[in-house]
């Protein structure tokens, strides 16, 4: 939950975003989807890191801006498990993740 919007990771590698009706409480009929890329996979982690949701994805770490439902960055360069790492790192500790990329560059994407 961040920012009036409820995040569901799906399994096939698509993103739920709820938000609430006008009457306050949450439209569970009325959601966007959001996808991630093919070939569909699992999300496989996901945490808020200050107003946005960073979520891994394969070898790749998107940055959803949960208020505009839109990716806004991809950050490539990393294993699987390099990237869940990173996001398991920040969900205990707070703060933006830095992870390390599985090569020697890494490469950002802005959308």
């Not at 939950?1 to 439209?27: N, P, Y």
């Not at 699992?42 to 990716?71: E, F, L």
Request: glycine residues 8%; aromatic residues 8%.
């Amino acid at each position: 939950h961040v920012k009036g919007r409820v995040l569901v990771a799906l399994a096939d590698g698509t993103l739920a975003i709820f938000h609430r009706g006008a009457d306050g409480q949450w439209d569970l009929t009325n959601y966007h989807l959001l996808d991630l890329g093919r070939p569909h996979h699992s999300i496989r982690c996901m945490t808020v890191v200050h107003d946005k949701v960073w979520c891994g994805y394969r070898n790749k770490i998107y940055v959803i801006q949960p208020k505009a439902m839109r990716i806004e960055a991809v950050l490539y360069g990393f294993t699987a498990m390099t990237a869940q790492k990173a996001l398991g790192r920040a969900a205990s500790c707070r703060t933006a993740p830095w992870p390390t990329p599985s090569s020697a560059s890494m490469d950002i994407e802005m959308q």
